[in-house]
């Protein structure tokens, strides 16, 4: 099968971003940095540019720059154990050397802890090596469900933040510049939903492996136009695969979900082993952890800290559970691999008893592979494979 067209067209997307970034930059509009769970919609109100050092990080690991960056920040006191994505990108602020030709310097800082409580130390630590302000969006960790309690905390911050935001750039952040905004995040979510149910089909005319590339542009430009044309016309080209019975991987003999981030250092060898081995990646944890539906242009802040206070990474392994089942049943997959980050630990803690449970929950087996997001050097490919193979021959047998 040929490649997805729409890759060519995620490039030329990612690059414009870069651009606009720049040429924001060169006529004095505000810039900010921002984590991938932060509120991008208030900074859009406001007239300012995000960017991702989440999605930089990514980039530099799949270009192979992570291990070169990372020993940047290592010889500058940080220690290896820490966030690979941390390292790479403050190796990239002191060198100034990334794929993207250059890093547009932020006029501030905004960072959510919903995905780690790393992002706030990182993002701090950035805006003093800039010498700009820093916001933080502080949402309380559940267990359980989130709370109307949780929700008013994070809806209190949030008008909060947009002031602090319009001070700074000095614009006014109103409910209807935030209400407009919102609409577009939601429609470009539902889409972004949609585009990735269509590997609920058999064959899967898409895998998560897909879904890690594509889901840039929902985490660096949702609330935009441009980030809705492209996910309309990424799921009219899958609609069309998934009509003709195409396959991402032909011949899929099982199929399986991922959860945690991408294994960047070798995203494509483990994408050609699972073609190989003719199991399809149908589903994974990460890439919808923005699919959320929550989202109200008619209260936009309550609906706003609904969102990002409901955001995966900030609850406990109960809700992975729950989760991982409802994944298994909705993309009729025979089993499901956790991928042990040695740099995401807030990813990473409480796997076994999460494989436990889900397997109680589904009936179905689960593997552990131990790997890292960015890192090359604490991820050995054979390793990942020789766990792989036996796990995929279990759960090929009952198909």
């Not at 930089?56 to 270009?63: G, L, Y």
């Not at 990424?234 to 199929?255: D, F, I, M, N, S």
Request: proline share 5%; net charge positive.
């Amino acid at each position: 099968m040929k490649p997805l067209e729409s890759n060519v067209r995620l490039v030329k997307t990612i690059r414009n971003q870069v651009l606009f970034t720049r040429f924001a930059k060169a006529i004095h509009k505000p810039v900010a940095w921002i984590t991938s769970g932060g509120p991008v919609e208030v900074l859009l109100a406001a007239g300012v540019v995000p960017f991702y050092p989440e999605n930089h990080a990514a980039i530099c690991s799949a270009r192979g720059m992570a291990e070169d960056l990372s020993g940047v920040a290592e010889q500058d006191r940080y220690s290896r154990d820490l966030c690979s994505y941390f390292r790479v990108d403050y190796g990239a602020a002191l060198t100034g050397k990334t794929p993207l030709g250059k890093m547009v310097r932020p006029d501030l800082i905004v960072a959510s802890n919903n995905i780690c409580g790393t992002v706030q130390n990182w993002f701090k630590i950035t805006a003093e090596h800039f010498g700009v302000p820093f916001l933080l969006l502080d949402t309380p960790f559940s267990d359980g469900e989130t709370t109307d309690g949780d929700v008013t905390y994070v809806r209190d911050q949030l008008v909060q933040l947009a002031k602090d935001v319009g001070k700074i750039v000095g614009t006014n952040v109103t409910e209807k510049k935030l209400s407009e905004v919102l609409l577009r995040s939601k429609e470009a979510l539902l889409l972004w939903r949609d585009v990735r149910m269509t590997a609920a089909s058999r064959p899967a005319p898409f895998t998560s492996f897909d879904a890690f590339v594509h889901m840039a542009p929902i985490v660096s430009m949702r609330g935009t136009r441009r980030v809705i044309r492209y996910y309309q016309k990424l799921l009219a080209e899958l609609k069309q695969r998934q009509a003709a019975g195409e396959a991402a991987v032909p011949g899929e003999r099982a199929r399986v979900v991922w959860d945690n981030i991408a294994i960047w250092p070798v995203h494509r060898q483990l994408k050609k082993f699972f073609k190989q081995q003719k199991i399809a990646l149908v589903a994974d944890t990460y890439t919808g952890a923005w699919s959320t539906e929550h989202l109200d242009a008619s209260d936009p802040t309550w609906s706003m800290a609904r969102s990002y206070t409901d955001i995966i990474l900030n609850h406990g392994a109960e809700h992975r559970v729950k989760l991982l089942t409802k994944m298994l049943g909705e993309y009729d997959a025979q089993g499901f691999i956790l991928h042990s980050n040695r740099s995401c630990k807030r990813y990473s803690l409480g796997q076994y008893v999460v494989r436990k449970g889900v397997t109680a929950a589904a009936g179905k087996p689960g593997v552990i592979v131990e790997g890292d997001m960015a890192d090359p050097r604490s991820v050995n490919f054979e390793s990942i494979t020789s766990r792989l193979v036996p796990f995929f021959e279990m759960i090929s047998e009952g198909t």
